[in-house]
Every structure is written in structure tokens, then in C-alpha cells.
């Protein structure tokens, strides 16, 4: 296969995962624009809620997220009993879990007026965050779906449903933030309303798709009848636990630094929400390349074309550096401007801040990128306890404690938090780099230069 070929098939999978993803990212955006645009208190209460949700959320998504490069590598060897087996106890597992996340979210709930926030920022943040709670309901079962077709290489039904249901979230948004077409003026609660409805018809959507592929009808229905193991889904726990605790772990340190920054004050709080969606839309992209990497590289291990790994891993590392690097230059160039856009002419303090956070931004932009891809890669050749490891000492080990210790001890205030973030992510990428290298070419030197 050429050089160019490498790229061409990643990026065919990537884009409509990326988009997908993006769809999310935009729609959030529209919240904290319409939000930012409404009150600062509502920007600073959605911040604190949604850092708090996605933790919980994302954890949840390492138990679905574990299941395509199963489904990769069984597709790759067309064992379809396999891929029935899959599908029946990787649903039985998420939904259990889901149950399990539901009841952390309730008990998140009640503690968060202890977690130092302004007391407005709680007050306005509960019947949102309870909203968001709930709407984890349709998502348990559309993320599972959405992971295993993914694990085919069927990329692009997600994509067209973000963009069906983001729109949506935005609509509603409209009419239920500041009250329009007769609708009451409701504020966050309204965005949390917009949030809920726009994910009910997710799942809806993607059970509609799966029966109509005869491919994916025959193996549910095929499901149906097999007979449920606990020892396969003990097996399913053991791949899809550690890229949970490695998405939790990395997200805990951006949603802890969002607590953090909040107990310097609602203004900073605020800021911080605009840059980190901002840096969010060149990650969510970045993700999508990782998730592709995962089922080319899980389909290549099943189909025992192992040559391949080392030029399929350059192109994801090319492709990372490349766009990430362009991101960078754009938030660096356009920090003035970029802020503006979240906010009131009379918020310039809070824009003044986002300014500085946005030149930490374009710093990380290149580790950010390559520790997701370099982590894609790995979960394709189902290595996940190793690459959890190296998340859990950069950012609980080291990027958390710096971000503190140069926050509060050296006065660096919201700056200094920031400092933290891109030391963990540098030295995630750093490590998650060898241990790449090192499992590929133990992978192809144990099965004899297998082609």
C-alpha cells in the first residue's frame, strides 16, 4: 500500500467521526454563546455543571468505546458468532454501568454546594445538571450502538445524527434560553431542557439505521438468542475498565482545574469555559483520527498484517502534527478575537483573561494531538492498562499537583492551573509515544514479520 494510501483510509474513517464529535462540541458551544450572551453567572454555572457531568459521562464511555476494537478485530477475521457474542454481553455490561453512573450522578448532586463554588453559580447550576443527569438515559444506549457499528468501519449514520441532533439542541436552545416564539424566558434550565430533548431522539435514530442494514440486523437478531456470559463480559470489563479510568483521569484534570479556577471567582470561571471549548474543538477532531487509528489497526491485527502498524502510526502522527499545529497558530494569532464571540461588550475583564488562557492553548495544541492518536493506536492492539498507567501519573501524579502548587503557592491564579495542564499532556505524549513504538514491534517480531 503507498504512502498516500495510509492517509486516505485514516482520514476516510476520521472526518465523519470528527464531525460527528465536532457536532457535540459545536453544540456546547452554542450554549456557552447563547449563555455567555444572556449572563456571565448562567456561562459560569454551565462551566461548573458540564465539567462535572462529563467526567461521570466519559467514564461511562470507556465501557463503549472498549468495544470496537473487539468488533474490529473480529470483523477483520468475519467470525459473525463472535460479533453476536460481542454485541449481547458488551450491552448487558453498558447498561449495567449506566445504572452504576446514574446513581454517582445523583450523589455528585447533593455535593455541589460543598465543592467552593459562588453560591448564585450552585444555585443556577442544579436543575441543569440534573437535566444533564438525565439525559444520560438515551445516551447509555446510543454510545454503545454508535461504538460497536464503528468497529465495521461504518463511520459516517453518527456523523449525520450529531449534525440532526445538535441542530436541534441549538433550535431549542433559541426559543427556551431567553424565551421566543411564545416559549418562557428560562435561562440554563432552558439550555438543559434543549440538551435533553436533542439526545432523546439519538438512540431512536440509530436503532432505525441498525435494522435496516441487513448485515447488523442478522447479527442482533442473532443476539437475541445467544446465551448471555458473565465470563465474556468479566473479559469486556477487563479491555473497556482502563480506557475508562484513562478518559476519567484525563478529563478529571480539566474539569477539577474548571472547580479550581471557580473558587478564584465566576469571572475567571467563565473565561476558563470559553477557552477550554475553544482547545476542545482542535481535541474532538484529533479524537476522531485516534478512532479511526483503532479499527484500521484493529482490523489489520485480525487480518494479521502486521508490516503495516509502524507506516499506519507515522500517518497518524503526521496528521496530528499537521493539524494541530495549524490550530495552534490560530488560536495564538486570533486570541484577541476569539473570546469576543462568547461574550457582552461590557465583559472585557473576563475576555482578558480567556486572551491569556488561549496562549497556553496554542501551546499544547501538538502534545494534546499526538497523546490521542498515540492512544488510539495502542487500544487497536487492545493494549490499554499500560497506556492508563502513563494518564494516571501525568495528570494525577504530576499535572494536577503542578497546576495547584502554581495556582495558590506562587500566585499564578487561573494561568498557573493552565501551566499544569500542559505539563501533564506533554509528558502523556511523551510516554504513551515508546510505549507505541514498543508494542508494535513486539507485536510484529512475535508473529514473525506476519504480513
Given at each position: 500500500m503507498k504512502k498516500s494510501s495510509y492517509y486516505k483510509d485514516i482520514?476516510?474513517?476520521a472526518y465523519p467521526i470528527s464531525l460527528g464529535q465536532l457536532g457535540n462540541v459545536l453544540a456546547n458551544m452554542a450554549d456557552s454563546l447563547m449563555?455567555?450572551?444572556?449572563?456571565?453567572?448562567?456561562?459560569a454555572a454551565s462551566a461548573f455543571s458540564f465539567n462535572i457531568f462529563i467526567t461521570v459521562l466519559l467514564f461511562l464511555m470507556g465501557f463503549s468505546i472498549g468495544i470496537?476494537?473487539?468488533?474490529?478485530?473480529?470483523?477483520?477475521?468475519?467470525?459473525?458468532?463472535?460479533?453476536?457474542?460481542?454485541?449481547?454481553?458488551?450491552?448487558?455490561?453498558?447498561?449495567?454501568?449506566?445504572?452504576?453512573?446514574?446513581g454517582v450522578l445523583s450523589g455528585l448532586y447533593f455535593l455541589m454546594p460543598f465543592m467552593g463554588q459562588e453560591k448564585q453559580v450552585v444555585t443556577l447550576s442544579q436543575p441543569y445538571f440534573l437535566l444533564l443527569s438525565t439525559s444520560l438515559?438515551?445516551?447509555?444506549?446510543y454510545i454503545y450502538l454508535k461504538q460497536y457499528i464503528e468497529g465495521f468501519g461504518f463511520t459516517r449514520p453518527a456523523m449525520y445524527f450529531s449534525f440532526v441532533s445538535n441542530g436541534l439542541n441549538i433550535f431549542l436552545n433559541y426559543l427556551f434560553i431567553e424565551g421566543h416564539w411564545g416559549c418562557d424566558e428560562m435561562g440554563i434550565t432552558g439550555a438543559g431542557y434543549a440538551t435533553l430533548l436533542s439526545r432523546v431522539i439519538l438512540p431512536v435514530m440509530m436503532v432505525v439505521y441498525v435494522f435496516?442494514?441487513?448485515?447488523?440486523?442478522?447479527?442482533?437478531?442473532r443476539a437475541f438468542v445467544v446465551k448471555l456470559s458473565l465470563t465474556e463480559c468479566f473479559e469486556i470489563i477487563k479491555l473497556s475498565f482502563p480506557i475508562s479510568v484513562q478518559l476519567t483521569v484525563e478529563v478529571f484534570a480539566f474539569a477539577s482545574a474548571a472547580v479550581a479556577i471557580?473558587?478564584?471567582?465566576?469571572?475567571?470561571?467563565?473565561?476558563?469555559?470559553?477557552?477550554?471549548?475553544?482547545?476542545a474543538v482542535s481535541y474532538i477532531i484529533m479524537t476522531g483520527v485516534g478512532s479511526s487509528a483503532t479499527i484500521i489497526i484493529g482490523q489489520y491485527v485480525g487480518n494479521n498484517k502486521l508490516k503495516t502498524l509502524p507506516k499506519l502510526a507515522r500517518a497518524v502522527s503526521g496528521i496530528s502534527l499537521t493539524f494541530m499545529g495549524g490550530?495552534?497558530?490560530?488560536?495564538?494569532?486570533?486570541?484577541?478575537?476569539?473570546p469576543h464571540l462568547f461574550l457582552s461588550e461590557t465583559d472585557v475583564h473576563i475576555a482578558d483573561i480567556a486572551t491569556k488562557l488561549l496562549i497556553i492553548t496554542a501551546i499544547f495544541q501538538l502534545p494534546d494531538g499526538l497523546q490521542s492518536v498515540y492512544l488510539g493506536v495502542l487500544r487497536g492492539m487492545k493494549d490499554v492498562w499500560y497506556p492508563t498507567l502513563i494518564t494516571i501519573v501525568a495528570y494525577w501524579g504530576f499535572s494536577i499537583p503542578l497546576g495547584r502548587i502554581l495556582a495558590f503557592s506562587y500566585g499564578y491564579g487561573e494561568v498557573g492551573i493552565w501551566l499544569g495542564l500542559v505539563g501533564g499532556l506533554t509528558l502523556s505524549a511523551t510516554f504513551l509515544y515508546f510505549r507505541m513504538q514498543y508494542k508494535i514491534n513486539r507485536l510484529i517480531h512475535r508473529n514473525g514479520h506476519s504480513e
Open positions: 482520514l476516510q474513517l449563555l455567555g450572551n444572556y449572563d456571565a453567572d448562567h456561562l470496537t476494537p473487539l468488533v474490529a478485530q473480529s470483523a477483520g477475521k468475519g467470525n459473525t458468532s463472535e460479533l453476536a457474542k460481542i454485541f449481547k454481553n458488551g450491552f448487558f455490561t453498558n447498561v449495567a454501568f449506566g445504572g452504576i453512573a446514574l438515559i438515551p445516551l447509555i444506549f435496516r442494514k441487513k448485515m447488523l440486523r442478522q447479527i442482533m437478531l471557580g473558587t478564584i471567582g465566576a469571572e475567571e470561571l467563565a473565561a476558563h469555559q470559553i477557552a477550554i471549548i475553544l482547545a490550530m495552534g497558530l490560530i488560536y495564538f494569532f486570533f486570541r484577541f478575537e476569539l
